[in-house]
């Protein structure tokens, strides 16, 4: 059968209005944020329904033609951009994106896999509950996305990552079956859990078409804080603090160096740095735990903080090249890891800046260093791989992971076989083999 046919197919498929080769159309999907990795497809394919994601899958798989499922395309590793052979369909889900049901009593909605997660906080809300999933790029991420990457942000620390907000899914497998597992109890021991196998699995084992969603009651009065501190150390020491005085009440528990809030002021209208020198919590202040604190003093003043925090990615995107690290290790030891990581970043990028920060709460930092000003952008990008090696090396030897919450895609794929080689990375081919027998999903990506 030829590709000719396989086009026609899917254009009877979606309709006129999903599906689309124009190259101008084609331009913001066909490349990450950082222009890093670019490819090339035959066709943008955007159904309307799990139908038609279950038809579309079916015909590729009948011409052994590879589909790669593409969310809000904000992820960080290129897993949902396709190869460069321009003979991959490219399947977006941005059409289907209707929230199905919302049923605060069972604290659970069902949502379309192409929700933008934003709209899901504001269905949450509106009903009265609360979707604890919040990340930079909630504005344009979504939620199939989110499940496809288990993705973490600001909130995992109480209430965990994209996978712990999951009751059931529902999933178009590589040959097109569709599994139906919206199932919105929370109990159901009935077997393997299945869905979690598809959660974090970026595509590669099966397309996410809709979530049932665990939902939460509204937080309350929520107080936001923003503490100086002189060490990173002094940051887990207010955090075991804090957690003394409120027990698991943190919700979130942000790292932020100062080269952070220089690069938001540059870059985003509006912003001052915070800290004028009011100390307003004395007691944590006297015990020498924080240098300076500011409060928040209204649901504005909390926004203009939080805002300041989710214009770190843009700001550093501004400074030009960067070399980025989502690494993870365990909370004790984050003091330990920027010091020694900072050690390295000086010996081996001369020049770089180091942009820290990061949800510290569960162990998690964005260790990236931006190029020196003025310098040549591929011969950093060029010398930082020796960066990268080290960084990771140190991370794994503290006990830690290379991928925190960003996942594999195509430009971490090295870095999995490295470090998670023998018998995890054989059961994961397994796995692969087992649910994608001719590898036509998202191929290349993760394994
Ligand atoms: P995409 O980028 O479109 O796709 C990501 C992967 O999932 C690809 O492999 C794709 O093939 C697959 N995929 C997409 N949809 C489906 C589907 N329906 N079924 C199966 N597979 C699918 N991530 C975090 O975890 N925490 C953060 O705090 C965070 N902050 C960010 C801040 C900024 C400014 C940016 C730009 C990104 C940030 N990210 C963060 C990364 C990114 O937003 C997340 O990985 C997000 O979950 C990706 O969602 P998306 O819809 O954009 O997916």
């Known amino acids: 059968m030829s590709t000719a046919t396989l086009l026609d197919q899917l254009q009877e498929i979606v309709g006129d209005h999903g599906w689309t080769t124009d190259e101008a159309d084609l331009e913001p999907h066909l490349t990450e944020r950082r222009g890093m990795v670019r490819g090339k497809t035959l066709v943008m394919v955007s159904p309307s329904s799990t139908r038609e994601v279950s038809a579309i899958v079916s015909a590729c798989a009948a011409h052994n033609v590879a589909v790669v499922p593409q969310g809000g395309n904000t992820g960080l590793c290129g897993g949902a951009i396709p190869d460069a052979s321009g003979e991959q369909v490219l399947l977006s889900l941005a059409r289907m994106n209707s ?6 009593s069972d604290n659970s909605m069902v949502v379309d896999a192409g929700c933008i997660l934003a709209d899901i906080q504001q269905a949450a809300h509106d009903a009265g509950r609360y ?32 996978r712990q907000q999951v009751l059931g899914l529902e999933v178009v ?23 979690q196998l598809f959660i974090g699995s970026e595509g590669t084992l099966g397309i996410i078409t809709a979530a049932a ?38 919700q979130a528990f942000e790292l ?5 809030f220089r690069f938001v002021n540059r870059h985003l209208p509006d912003s001052r740095l915070p800290f004028e ?24 003043e909390a926004q203009v903080l939080w805002r300041m925090r989710h214009a770190i990615p843009d700001a550093q995107r501004s400074e030009g090249a960067s070399l980025k690290h989502d690494i993870s290790v365990p909370t004790s030891r984050i003091a330990e890891f920027v010091d020694q990581g900072a050690r390295l970043v000086a010996s081996l990028t001369p020049g770089g800046r180091l942009v820290a920060f990061g949800h510290v709460g569960d162990g998690n930092l964005h260790f990236n260093v931006s190029q020196p ?41 090295n870095w999995l076989e490295h470090y998670k080689g023998g018998a995890e990375i054989e059961l994961m081919r397994t796995l692969k083999a087992a649910l994608d027998p001719h590898n036509t999903l998202n191929p290349g990506k993760v394994i």
């Open 173 to 195: 497998l590589a040959d097109g079956t569709v599994w139906d597992g919206l199932r919105t109890v929370c109990k159901d021991n009935a077997g393997y859990d299945i869905k």
């Open 99 to 104: 929230i199905r049901s919302i049923d605060a």
């Open 277 to 300: 020198g009011e100390g307003e919590l004395m007691r944590l202040i006297e015990d020498g735990v924080v240098a300076d604190v500011v409060v928040a003093k209204s649901a504005h």
């Open 213 to 250: 969603l665990r939902l939460w009651p509204q937080p309350g009065e929520t107080t936001t804080i923003l503490a100086a501190i002189e060490q990173p150390a002094q940051a887990i020491a207010l955090l075991s603090c804090l957690r003394e005085v409120v027990g698991d009440n943190v």
């Open 131 to 162: 979707f604890p999933l919040s990340l930079a790029a909630e504005g344009s991420c979504q939620i199939g996305g989110n499940l496809a990457t288990n993705a973490g942000g600001l909130n995992v620390l109480r209430y965990g990552t994209a």
């Open 256 to 260: 932020i160096s100062d080269r952070c």
């Open 373 to 413: 000003p003025g310098g040549d952008a591929e011969q950093f990008r060029q010398a930082g791989s020796a960066l990268t090696r080290a960084l990771y090396d140190l991370a794994d030897s503290m006990g830690g992971s290379f991928s925190a919450e960003h996942g594999i895609g195509v430009t971490k794929r």
